[in-house]
């Protein structure tokens, strides 16, 4: 196991029925899952996995109703057992766990939200959050402060003595949350944890997710059937299809990148401007111009390559301005340098930002410098790359 990675799925496969050693076989030979069931009566909910999850990331497992991805995730935990194969989660096997084991590893390492809330509905919100905590044995004192800390992180402070019946939905999968993140798990399993929501609370609470993953890096397994939702929480997305692994990919690459016909149809009709980054469309920042060269060295850099301005940057290539061809050739008239003559108002991106968010300003500014965190040049997008980008939609 890699150093980063935090679950590895090895060659697992999950039969239901009385004879999945048979069936496998069958499924080696090429059979379909229609096939199988139709010949056999079993079903095939998983069938020769193999991938891993990095620590810290947001990994979607998703696909159409039947496809395996809610097998996947119950295997993970050992709520359905794999029919073969190992699941390690820090190298330790989780197949091969002992009762007592398991038991510890999911008081204290997963954390699990379900689409219907599994909440208690006899309890406060702060005795739901602390549950986990008291099985464990914890002092009261101890897991209401735990417990009034992840209700905080969700967003219900105030809420902690209200019951479960006054709360909405969105509110009740809120609490849903922080019973989750108050044991304080490495790993939280989401089981299509917001479809049961209605679309504006949905979307609130998958910006919230976003935000706590920001604080608390956790490595969260999210299912959902929902393309928009993994597109937007998945750092990578697994896409299923007859308990079979498709593609696995960023949301980039499996939309600019579809492995087959299925993947292609799946992502068809998706936005690729919400979804596409500036990085996936820039070129390379060629030709600069440091800011301690000569003006004539401007000139001549953009008479070869056919440009009117140049970006200047200094020796750690960190974004200074441009120059245009005018004002350089002015500038030499009058014995000036670069940074007598060198315009600071440079339109600027991030290259994490979305092109739709660049459409309107690239239709007035362009080429567009895209800089990281510390302001270095690292690319330039120019109207042509993202319109072809976005045409690549038809």
Do not use: W
Request: one cysteine or more.
């Amino acid at each position: 196991m890699e150093e980063n990675t935090k679950i590895e799925i090895k060659d697992v496969s999950k039969i239901f029925g009385k004879n999945p050693k048979k069936v496998l076989k069958l499924l080696d030979e090429g059979l379909s899952k229609a096939e199988i069931l139709e010949r056999t009566g079993h079903n095939v909910g998983l069938y020769k996995l193999n991938f891993e999850i990095k620590s810290g990331e947001i990994f979607v497992i998703m696909g159409l109703s039947g496809s395996g991805k809610s097998t996947l995730l119950r295997c993970i935990n050992r709520l359905i057992e794999p029919t073969t194969g190992e699941i390690l989660i820090d190298d330790d096997d989780v197949i091969k766990m002992k009762p007592e084991n398991l038991r510890e590893l999911r008081r204290n390492k997963l954390g699990m939200v379900f689409q219907n809330f599994g909440l208690l509905p006899h309890r406060s919100v702060i005795d739901n959050v602390a549950y986990g905590l008291e099985v464990r044995g914890i002092e009261k004192e101890q897991r209401y402060e735990k417990a009034l800390e992840a209700i905080e992180n969700v967003g219900l402070k105030g809420h902690e003595n209200s019951d479960i019946s006054e709360l909405s939905g969105g509110m009740q999968q809120r609490v849903g949350l922080a019973r989750a993140l108050a044991t304080d798990p490495d790993i939280l399993l989401m089981d299509e944890a917001f479809s049961a929501l209605d679309p504006l609370i949905r979307s609130e609470m998958q910006d919230e997710l976003l935000a706590l993953q920001d604080r608390m890096q956790k490595t969260i397994v999210f299912v959902s059937h929902d393309l928009d939702e993994a597109l937007k929480l998945g750092d990578r997305i697994l896409l299923m299809n007859e308990g079979k692994a498709v593609q696995i990919g960023t949301a980039e690459e499996i939309l600019t990148n579809p492995a087959d016909d299925y993947v292609a149809k799946f992502v068809a009709g998706v936005d690729r401007s919400k979804v596409l980054l500036a990085e996936a469309v820039m070129k390379r920042p060629d030709p600069v111009i440091s800011i301690n060269s000569s003006l004539k060295v401007a000139v001549q850099l953009m008479k070869k390559h056919g440009i009117s301005s140049i970006y200047v940057v200094d020796r750690n290539k960190i974004l200074k301005g441009f120059v245009t061809i005018d004002k350089a050739i002015d500038g030499i008239k009058e014995s000036k340098k670069i940074e007598d003559v060198m315009g600071e108002d440079v339109h600027k991106t991030a290259p994490d930002t979305p092109l739709n968010e660049l459409i309107p300003i690239i239709e007035s500014h362009s080429p567009l410098a895209v800089v990281d965190e510390k302001d270095k040049l690292i690319g330039v997008v120019v109207r042509g790359s993202v319109l072809g980008a976005l045409a690549m939609e038809d």
